[in-house]
């Protein structure tokens, strides 16, 4: 039968049908729900893992054991785990081993937008790409039997609009076989997998000839393969921009490749050798199309379509169109609304602890150098609290970077409780071996709220739901050797405020906890407060905490009582009193 499975459900469903029985990820956009998904089928384990490289270590392991195991990852998390990445290459498996790698073609919930089919030729790893839901369930298997067959990691690559977008997929309710109750002994093998130099020599050329091998395999496997039509015009594309594609071109013959490293040269100049006209329809880098160009086939790409953003039907027509390739079609008709639709900014919840962190911390004008996590919202105004935002864990090394820089500035480095876990340990032992003064803020609410409330080491419960050891931050950094440290309820303005100048005016490292729990997550709601009419001057001041509920009319404020989470903060910042709580 068949059903309609988001991408990211049909990767988690392909996992374990084709017999993944061990899968680690740390959540990221758009990969999140491979790992949520797979973690609710029977017989399996699952876990989050502080961060992508031990969750690739981790599979790793499994696959090293004979476990067919699974890692999943955005496309930001493979810089994370690459070290990870390169070594598996190298050492090689003794069962399957596939990494989902989803891209993020225009940013949606990105810092950058690179292409990871770069990750394959720079790790001599195979690639392959689906191109919707069915697809992401096959691939799965072929994944998993090539890197038994090759003895090498296998990257599948995703991208948002294929995570995120269900069409249907072949499915059944049988369960597969329950692994046997006796585990396995774990065969040893150190010149395998101990890659001190002498090993590592000698498993280069392994790497090599099987690079060649896989060259080899990809002219042959049914995911590359020729779509006759006409000669006048042949597309070369892959993965989603494949579907795209055939709606603009809907009579051109085309190359589609399943497998996108290695390439099969042999195949690619058959299909040249039937068409006139070569174009590669491509997100991002020009990758297909350079290693075209470097076994000197004449071919179009970038100079058609955009190195920027996400491909659309729409796109690749007006691009073709400006390009020749194709007549423009006819106008469609003007669709007229009456719906006014403002823009609506992304800001934070209602109710959000990070508000009045961030509140403080912008009355206080310190130099907030910021991280990952919904709190990244401070930047925009009216909070307009952030300063600088890089990748994960940057933010406490950028700022004891500026601190030894002599900045006359006070300077906090802001990082979420996962986010602290993911990569904040490492620099904030950085700041206190090298004499450092940074104080880094911890905001706590308790989950990965960014990614949708994912757990994590100090929320006490596993993804299967199991009852977990709680990692505590506080515990944590006076482990490490801190000894200046608080713990605060953001919406304490007043302790707030004492406890951030006590911190930044001191010469001593120091940690803050700012802690409040999501109330998006802990569905907390208390009751709103009200405005009165006669006491607002309509100063606008409560408007400059970003909150949504607050609404301008034309002499007061006044609060939607549907949006309102009954937090408070509106409360303590009005200067005259106006909004009283009930």
Request: aromatic share 6%; net charge negative.
């Amino acid at each position: 039968m068949k059903k309609l499975m988001t991408g990211n459900e049909a990767f988690a469903y392909g996992a374990y049908l084709y017999g993944v029985r061990v899968a680690a990820a740390y959540p990221g956009t758009p990969s999140s729900e491979i790992l949520a998904n797979y973690a609710n089928y029977p017989n399996v384990f699952a876990e989050w893992a502080p961060n992508e490289k031990v969750s690739l270590d981790v599979a790793i392991g499994a696959a090293y054991a004979g476990k067919r195991a699974m890692c999943a990852m955005k496309h930001v998390g493979m810089n994370v785990a690459a070290d990870s990445l390169f070594y598996a290459v190298y050492t090689g498996l003794k069962a399957g081993l596939v990494i989902v790698c989803a891209d993020d073609p225009n940013m949606h919930s990105s810092q950058n937008e690179q292409d990871n089919r770069n990750y394959a030729k720079f790790a001599k790893c195979p690639m392959i790409e689906p191109a919707d839901s069915e697809e992401a369930r096959q691939f799965m298997g072929i994944a998993l039997d090539m890197s038994e067959q090759f003895d090498t990691p296998v990257i599948v690559r995703s991208v948002t609009r294929l995570s995120h977008s269900s069409t249907p997929v072949e499915y059944t309710d049988e369960e597969p076989p329950a692994p046997p109750e006796e585990p396995p002994a774990y065969e040893r093998d150190p010149l395998k997998f101990v890659m001190v130099p002498a090993n590592a020599r000698r498993r280069h050329p392994v790497v090599e000839e099987r690079l060649q091998q896989l060259a080899e395999y990809a002219e042959t496997t049914p995911i590359n393969y020729i779509e006759p039509g006409s000669s006048k015009l042949g597309i070369v594309s892959a993965g989603v921009n494949y579907h795209f594609a055939k709606e603009v071109f809907p009579d051109a013959t085309f190359l589609k490749l399943g497998m996108v490293y290695p390439l099969p040269k042999k195949l690619i100049r058959e299909f040249a050798n039937q068409v006139e006209k070569i174009v590669v329809v491509e997100e991002l880098d020009p990758f297909l199309e350079e290693h075209l160009k470097l076994m000197g086939l004449e071919v179009q790409g970038k100079d058609i379509f955009p190195i920027l953003g996400e491909f659309s039907p729409s796109l690749i027509r007006s691009c073709a169109v400006k390009a020749g390739l194709i007549e423009a079609p006819p106008a469609p008709p003007e669709l007229k609304s009456d719906l006014d639709r403002p823009i609506r900014p992304p800001m934070l919840c209602p109710g959000c602890g990070h508000r009045a962190l961030f509140y403080v911390l912008r009355e206080a004008g310190v130099l907030v150098t910021g991280d990952i996590g919904c709190y990244t919202l401070a930047f925009a105004p009216p909070l307009s609290a952030m300063h600088t935002t890089g990748c994960m864990g940057a933010s406490i090394g950028v700022a004891h970077g500026i601190d030894r820089a002599g900045v006359k500035d006070d300077v906090v480095a802001v990082l979420g409780d996962s986010t602290f876990l993911h990569s904040g340990v490492h620099p904030v032992i950085d700041v206190l071996y090298n004499q450092g003064s940074t104080t880094t803020i911890i905001s706590d609410n308790n989950a990965t709220a960014m990614t949708g409330f994912q757990e994590h080491p100090g929320t006490g419960k596993t993804i299967q739901g199991q009852p977990a050891k709680i990692v505590d931050p506080e515990k944590l950094v006076r482990g490490i050797g801190y000894e200046k440290v608080d713990i605060c309820d953001p919406y304490d303005i007043d302790k707030m405020e004492e406890i951030l100048q006590d911190h930044t005016r001191s010469d001593e490292p120091s940690v803050i906890i700012a802690r409040h729990p999501c109330v998006l997550h802990t569905r907390e709601k208390h009751p709103p407060p009200e405005v009165d009419p006669e006491t607002c001057i309509n100063c606008g001041i409560c408007l400059d905490i970003g909150c949504s509920p607050l609404v301008q009319e034309e002499d007061h404020v006044r609060i939607d009582t549907l949006l309102c989470n009954g937090c408070g903060l509106c409360v303590k910042v009005c200067p005259q009193e106006a909004i009283i709580e009930k």
